[in-house]
């Protein structure tokens, strides 16, 4: 049996975590490479989330002073479709769309996949685990104090669905 194949996936929302990101329903094969950052894009949080509240969005604006950064992880191509699905990237009506972008590092720029958000909206807020999640994973890959810091300011509303924040919040137990 030959090399399984792998990509590489830019992480730059809760999937940055590599506890939420390794879960059997999204890619449990991922490996974390190291830190990456795209150019030309903004951190929003305006994807209209399948629950209702704000998800995180890597907004194209073109401006080079505007740089989102992340997590690399090499993943098993096996596990793309679950990813795809558990980004919304299968569905009739997608929330996200997997596109490949040039990610820079501290070794050079490389071709990563990535998913950008289809349904915003300004208005909502995400919910405060889904945030944690995203810090989690900023922290886990050492993003500069000053992205952490402004990911930190990022207003947040309680779920109304206790027991999916008790979920959320248990896979770090």
């Not at 990101?21 to 830190?35: E, H, I």
């Not at 207003?155 to 999916?164: E, F, G, L, V």
């Amino acid at each position: 049996m030959g090399p399984s194949l792998t990509f590489l996936y830019f992480a730059y929302g809760s999937n940055m975590s590599s506890r939420r990101l390794c879960a059997d329903n999204r890619a449990p094969s991922a490996l974390a490479v190291g830190p990456g950052c795209l150019v030309g894009h903004r951190l929003v949080f305006d994807k209209i989330g399948m629950d209702g509240s704000a998800k995180a969005d890597c907004h194209y604006t073109g401006d080079t002073a505007d740089i989102v950064e992340g997590g690399l992880f090499r993943i098993a191509e096996d596990d793309a479709h679950a990813l795809d699905k558990a980004e919304g990237a299968t569905d009739a009506k997608p929330g996200y769309r997997r596109i490949e972008v040039a990610v820079s590092t501290g070794s050079g720029v490389v071709t990563a996949r990535t998913y950008l958000a289809i349904e915003k909206s300004a208005v909502l807020l995400p919910y405060t685990w889904y945030l944690n999640h995203v810090l989690v994973g900023a922290r886990e890959f050492a993003l500069s104090a000053a992205y952490i810091a402004r990911i930190e300011q990022q207003k947040t509303i309680a779920d109304p669905d206790s027991t999916r924040t008790v979920r959320e919040i248990g896979i770090y137990a």
